[in-house]
RNA sequence: GGGCCUGUAGCUCAGACGGUUAGAGCACUGUGCUGAUAACGCAGGGGUCAGUGGUUCGAGUCCACUCAGGCCCA
């Protein structure tokens, strides 16, 4: 017996009941062990970042993971299963510093680096353990650490990082102190996730960096960069440019540069006596401080123009957006003719701005910058060397001095008289007052553009002038890359990464030219940030200011090796600030002493690595073999393309040349509902754990794989709804269905089943069923699990869920709807059929919907597990798996696949589909039966006449006859298959068109029926069309009630006479279906025999009745069926059946 | 300015290889069926397949250009 299944599911409760299932009898550990040293499929997960909770979105991309896991673990591979967590860098400095209420940097160094850092990795900890309960409630299998021991660690970090512990591993205890435990997370001897923080993570991109500088593409480069003036960093190109622009307004200015004659004196206009300047324009006012240079463009046209008192140079396209009222023209002139003009900088009185200019015997200048446009301000652009990326280009080039203005929390330098002290963002209005002041301010201007911001606090970023280190991406050669010799390609590691994108697959196919578009433009990968959580980067610069050589360090071996003082301050630490900054080395160079680089690295550089860092590849190269290459890596594309995807191949390029994973899956954007980004203060945020709560995470996972993965997703509840209605409720039915049936039927009981082989096998213990419609689910099945495999086999899951939901409508509405009959009188060959395709269906659902899946199979399969729900049968057949997840990938038995058969039945439900449009048109219900239907099919009477019964019973017939006499009923339209004439004819196809359109049509009809070539004479020459040459449409002749299927050529006529006995039969019909509701609403079970009485005036209806008593009763299980009125405690019910008033009452038998 | 993607019914989306009269789900309307079905069947309204040009016997599909939207890079 099965356990009895609920129609109306909680599949949400069920869900908690399938994880505690797989908890109690460790079903994912089973599952691993059994596949141990099988051939192996290596999947190298891209880290979360442990920084908060999962969002709805993250379990979108974990699906993925999950499937393709579970497909390729049900198939019997070897996997590793390893989770990872992103855990150094920015983000979480950012909201340790949040919740610690820190401001700035400063904060940061009170309460000391050692505490700071140690303070985050507590938050690591602690959301990598909610994390890994969420991705558990996902049902993603994967090696977990037991989100108790996460936080356990947490708090002994908080207590006394350096204090002993022993904890369980998978080789055994292992004691060290907590810092260490926790820096060897993820290791072999600890398993579990891998954390980016690991000892051995940071490590390897030491020798990383190491073999880069080796290959001289390390450096450290003075550029003005975006920074962040409240993190106290510079931000890379990498941050900036998705999550870093906002639409922000600014007050804008135009001012005036006063020109200067050669004397250092006011310029005087020679016509009008009046002061000449230049106007300028600038979003950055606090940049003006800084003034070098105002650049033109020389081959633009300018112009000179009278205004109250001021004659004013400006760009000739400019003017009307620049100028503010009347203004009168003096002049055009080009661009060039304006270079080398001396003028007056608007603070040439700051200190600094005199001594800069001095030491460089240097004043203000016109300068040619081909840049230069005439669309936004005046057409002449004030230039800070110190404070634009684009500015210290042109210092370099015309060897212009540079002011750098801001200490790196965004504070004025000595130096800069009122200004110092100041912050950046808030002196816009003393800096105007001081333009206004001078004489030099011509008119503000509110000014909306896009200006960038951090990418994590959102403060408006600043250009300073910084210090950085970089790798080297290597020259952009002015060729095409197949003509590039080998010695170019070795100089440059952007072309070396190029060749090993070409190697792998990219899914979307797009993928591989966003990357090498990426590649392309790339500028040096900036890899150092002033910060305090992170990468310590290993390099060691002499402190001999005369040396100032610097060294990479590419192992803790190295370190020790070098280390000339500090290192038993740095012993028994991870390699991270303030204790790595302790050790000292000799400078190789000059013997002098070398420290560290307070800097740490981008955070990129730590999930980048991974593909080495988790394989051992420092400690057990044959390990790492076997596992590398990744089979797959899988993440969403926006950011990834140009961070992990590109850091990834970074460090496989660098340090193999070797592409680190063969196949990369991406997919887009998860929006809510409304097709907008998630926004909590748009109310269409979701939560993973609301969304999981509410939606159930196997709905989650359907809405997930159904969809087209290149396409943004739009995300919400009316949609989890709709797909649940969609496939996993009918599921449920077909299961729920299977269950009552199966559990009332005498003659079966599992024992004669099998779950894992068709019912008709060619095993003579199995018992086979000839029953046609047993054949043909067994045979879509089949086709099913051929599809399903191909699709998945190629990363396509939309396509293998459509399949799977064709495949359940095939089942529910017309495998079960036509056999209920069978089913009610408990046929064996039929259950033993369900069971088979229900069980099977069950498995194939498993990797893609694992608890539904786990729900029905352990109900069908498996002996009862106590406490579950759901729980199992008593009598499970030996030998079956604990869990779906165990049984193995479904081979499909193609021998099964009865082409013929599938073609038949398609043929017939076209056939029923005309038939109920038929009684529609003719408005006579199914529920009343009719004589005949008369079909017409050419060539195909055969198939017709193997479903007869079928089409008739679902369409309430007698007989379905093959028509006669078609000419009367139809007319025939000839059509040539394209396909295949086209290419035969080319030309001279639409010749061919013609005669076939003039031949007989029913001449032709009669050949190709009997499968005889049709002869045609086109443009002279005689021509013969094969049967499969041509397609016969059968349209009915107008005035006849009947349907047609051009398509398929098939007209259907319904013989409408209603005869005084099928109306009787009709309402006898009606009467049962009558009493089915009664015994429903009575709340009867179905197996309850009933006794039954009715009372009616109508004398047809009585006479009905009367006719089809016996049939009556053995419909509704009634024991009894008289005329007679309602007997005591008898549930009653009276009803218009077509016109007659009818009093029925039903009571339970025995009861 | 350059690269990539998208544009098909009111909405969300399918439409390998070019091939007959372009489909589904949701929503709406009508109708029917139901002792598995919070379902389902049938029918109906709704489409210049973004536009223009080209290749071809034949274009939603291939090519070019244009327009609109998105992502990425300057």
Not at 649 to 668: D, I, K, Q, W
Not at 905 to 915: I, K, N, Y
Not at 1050 to 1071: C, D, H, S, Y
């Amino acid at each position: 017996m099965f356990h009895p299944v609920s129609s109306k599911p909680d599949f949400v409760a069920q869900e908690h009941d399938v994880l505690d299932l797989w908890a109690r009898t460790d079903a994912f550990r089973t599952l691993w062990a059994m596949n141990k040293g099988n051939k192996r499929w290596s999947f190298v997960d891209g880290p979360i970042t442990a920084n908060g909770p999962m969002g709805v979105h993250h379990a979108w991309g974990r699906t993925y993971k999950d499937l393709y896991q579970r497909f390729y673990a049900m198939q019997g591979f070897d996997e590793r299963y390893q989770n990872g967590f992103d855990c150094q860098g920015l983000w979480v400095e950012v909201l340790v510093e949040k919740e610690k209420g820190f401001t700035s940097k400063r904060d940061i160094e009170r309460m000391g680096l050692a505490d700071f850092v140690n303070t985050c990795k507590q938050r690591v900890l602690n959301f990598a353990a909610i994390q890994t309960e969420q991705s558990i409630r996902l049902g993603y299998w994967m090696d977990w650490n037991d989100p108790a021991q996460l936080r356990w660690l947490r708090d002994k970090l908080e207590e006394d990082p350096s204090q002993v512990i022993t904890v369980e591993g998978p080789q055994g205890p292992v004691t060290d102190s907590v810092e260490q435990i926790v820096g060897r997370l993820g290791l072999p001897e600890l398993g579990g996730s891998y954390f980016t923080f690991s000892n051995e993570n940071n490590y390897l991109i030491w020798r990383f960096l190491k073999k880069c500088w080796e290959k001289g593409w390390l450096y450290e480069g003075t550029d003005v960069m975006p920074w962040c003036d409240r993190c106290g960093t510079g931000i890379s190109q990498h941050e900036i440019v998705t999550d870093g622009y906002e639409e922000l307004t600014h007050t804008s200015v135009y001012l005036r540069f006063p020109l200067l004659d050669e004397a250092g004196q006011q310029r005087l206009d020679a016509e009008t006596g009046l002061p000449e300047a230049l106007l300028v324009w600038t979003t950055t006012p606090w940049t003006l401080t800084s003034n070098v240079a105002a650049a033109v463009g020389p081959e633009l046209d300018y112009i000179k123009v009278q205004q109250d008192g001021w004659v004013y140079y400006l760009a000739k396209g400019a003017a009307k957006r620049a100028l503010a009222g009347r203004y009168t023209l003096l002049a055009e002139l080009k661009g060039a003719e304006l270079l080398g003009w001396a003028y007056a900088g608007p603070f040439d009185e700051l200190p600094t701005v005199q001594a800069v200019f001095q030491k460089a015997g240097y004043s203000h200048t016109v300068i040619a910058w081909k840049e230069v446009g005439e669309e936004e301000g005046a057409g002449i652009v004030h230039i800070a060397p110190g404070c634009g990326a684009e500015d210290f280009q042109l210092s370099k080039q015309y060897g212009l001095p540079v002011i750098a203005p801001l200490d790196e929390a965004g504070i004025y330098l000595e130096g800069f008289a009122w200004l110092t002290g100041q912050n950046v963002h808030d002196v816009a209005a003393s800096i105007f007052g001081s333009l206004q002041d001078k004489a030099l301010l011509y008119r503000l201007e509110e000014y909306t553009h896009r200006y960038p911001v951090c990418w994590r606090c959102k403060t408006e970023l600043i250009f300073r002038l910084v210090d950085e280190w970089f790798i080297s991406m290597g020259e952009v050669y002015d060729k095409p890359r197949e003509e590039l010799t080998a010695e170019e390609v070795d100089r440059s590691l952007r072309y070396q990464i190029m060749e090993v994108v070409d190697q792998i697959r990219w899914i979307p196919s797009f993928g591989r030219e966003r990357e090498l578009d990426w590649l392309r433009n790339m500028h040096d990968w900036m890899i150092s940030k002033k910060r305090y959580w992170g990468l310590a980067l290993p390099i060691w610069v002499c402190e001999d200011p005369a040396c100032r050589h610097f060294h990479l360090v590419g192992s803790e071996h190295e370190l020790k090796e070098l280390a000339v003082e500090g290192w038993e301050r740095f012993e028994g630490h991870t390699p991270h600030r303030p204790y790595v900054d302790a050790v000292k080395i000799a400078c190789p160079q000059c013997g002098g002493r070398a420290s560290r680089i307070a800097d740490v690295g981008n955070p990129w550089l730590d999930a980048g690595i991974v593909t080495f860092s988790t394989l051992s590849y420092r400690n057990d190269r044959s390990y790492w073999e076997k596992w590398f290459p990744a089979d797959l890596i899988s993440e969403s594309f926006p950011g990834q393309f140009r961070n992990w995807f590109y850091s990834v191949l970074a460090m496989g390029t660098v340090l193999e040349r070797r592409p680190p994973f063969l196949t990369n899956f991406s997919y887009a954007t998860l929006l809510g509902e409304d097709g907008r980004a998630m926004h909590k203060s748009w109310g269409n945020m979701l939560d993973f754990h609301d969304g999981a709560e509410r939606i159930g995470v196997d709905v989650m996972r359907w809405m997930f794989l159904h969809h087209k993965p290149e396409q943004n997703l739009l995300f919400g509840f009316h949609r989890a709804d709709e797909t649940r209605r969609r496939f996993h409720i009918p599921l449920w039915n077909v299961y729920s269905f299977f269950v009552t049936y199966a559990n009332l039927a005498p003659a079966w009981s599992v024992e004669r089943a099998t779950w894992s082989a068709p019912p008709h096998s060619a095993d003579p213990d199995v018992q086979s069923s000839d029953h046609f419609l047993d054949r043909w689910i067994v045979a879509r099945m089949q086709q099913l699990i051929e599809l399903v495999t191909q699709r998945l086999t190629d990363y396509d899951s939309e396509s293998a869920t459509v399949a799977c939901e064709a495949f359940l409508d095939d089942l529910s509405n017309w495998y079960v709807r036509r056999n209920r009959r069978r089913f009610w009188e408990g046929d064996p060959a039929a259950l033993d059929t369900l069971y088979y395709v229900l069980v099977t269906f069950a498995r194939l659902l498993a990797p893609m919907m694992p608890f539904v899946s786990e729900t029905i199979y352990q109900n069908l399969v498996v002996e009862g597990l106590e406490g579950l729900s759901v729980p199992g049968r008593t009598d499970s057949p030996d030998g079956a798996p604990v869990s779906v997840h165990h049984t193995g990938w479904p081979t499909a038995d193609r021998s099964l696949i009865d082409e013929q058969l599938l073609a038949d039945m398609d043929l017939a439900r076209a056939v029923v589909s005309l038939g109920h449009a038929d009684r529609v048109a003719a408005e006579i219900k199914v529920r009343q039966p009719l004589a005949d239907i008369q079909v017409v099919a050419a060539g195909k009477a055969q198939s017709l006449a193997r479903f007869a019964d079928v089409i008739a019973d679902e369409l309430n017939v007698k007989r379905v006859e093959l028509a006669g006499g078609e000419a009367e009923l139809v007319q025939y339209r000839i059509l040539p298959v394209n396909k295949t004439l086209g290419p035969r004819f080319g030309k001279e196809f639409p010749a061919v068109r013609q005669a076939l359109s003039a031949a007989d049509p029913y001449a032709v009809a009669a050949a190709v029926a009997a499968g005889q070539p049709v002869a045609l004479t086109v443009n002279g020459q005689p021509v013969a069309l094969g049967p499969e040459d041509l397609l016969v449409q059968a349209e009915p002749r107008p005035g006849l009630q009947v349907t047609n299927d051009p398509q398929r050529g098939i007209v259907v006529a319904l013989n409408t006479v209603i005869t005084p006995a099928l109306k009787a039969e009709g309402l006898a019909r009606e009467v049962v279906r009558t009493i089915q509701q009664m015994r429903k609403d009575a709340g009867f079970e179905v197996s309850d025999r009933i006794h039954t009485t009715y009372q009616t005036e109508d004398a047809g209806l009585a006479e009905a009745i009367e006719l089809h008593a016996a049939a009556i009763r053995q419909e509704t299980l009634s024991l009894s069926l008289d005329a007679a009125g309602p007997a005591a405690g008898a549930y009653v019910a009276t009803v218009d059946l077509d016109g007659a008033g009818v009093t029925m009452a039903v009571r339970r038998a025995g009861g």
